[in-house]
């Protein structure tokens, strides 16, 4: 599956969130990650974020797709996707 994650958290969390996620994902931009996923990887990322976040403060929002999504970049690219070996 193909998943794109989404987050608000609090600055004092931001840095892990982002590092954890960055083992995982391609870094689009700002607090957007995206990539292609087995579900265990899945279960595992959202185990690993439910461990960093504070349920009460932050916010995180995954899609989940069947395969990647066809994109449209308006402006900047910040990190292509074709980035990736």
């Given at each position: 599956?193909?998943?794109?994650?989404?987050?608000?958290v609090?600055?004092?969390r931001?840095n892990r969130?982002?590092?954890?996620?960055?083992?995982?994902?391609h870094?689009?931009q700002?607090?957007?990650f995206?990539?292609?996923?087995?579900?265990a990887?899945?279960?595992?990322?959202?185990?690993?974020?439910?461990?960093?976040?504070?349920g009460?403060?932050?916010?995180?929002?995954?899609?989940?797709?069947?395969?990647?999504?066809?994109r449209?970049?308006?402006g900047?690219?910040?990190?292509?996707?074709?980035?990736?070996?």
């Amino acid at each position: 599956m193909y998943i794109i994650v989404v987050y608000d958290v609090s600055v004092e969390r931001v840095n892990r969130v982002k590092k954890f996620l960055r083992q995982h994902l391609h870094w689009v931009q700002n607090s957007v990650f995206e990539g292609e996923v087995t579900l265990a990887e899945f279960e595992r990322i959202k185990a690993g974020i439910g461990e960093l976040i504070d349920g009460d403060e932050d916010s995180v929002v995954i899609y989940k797709l069947r395969s990647m999504p066809k994109r449209e970049v308006m402006g900047v690219e910040k990190n292509p996707i074709e980035d990736i070996i």
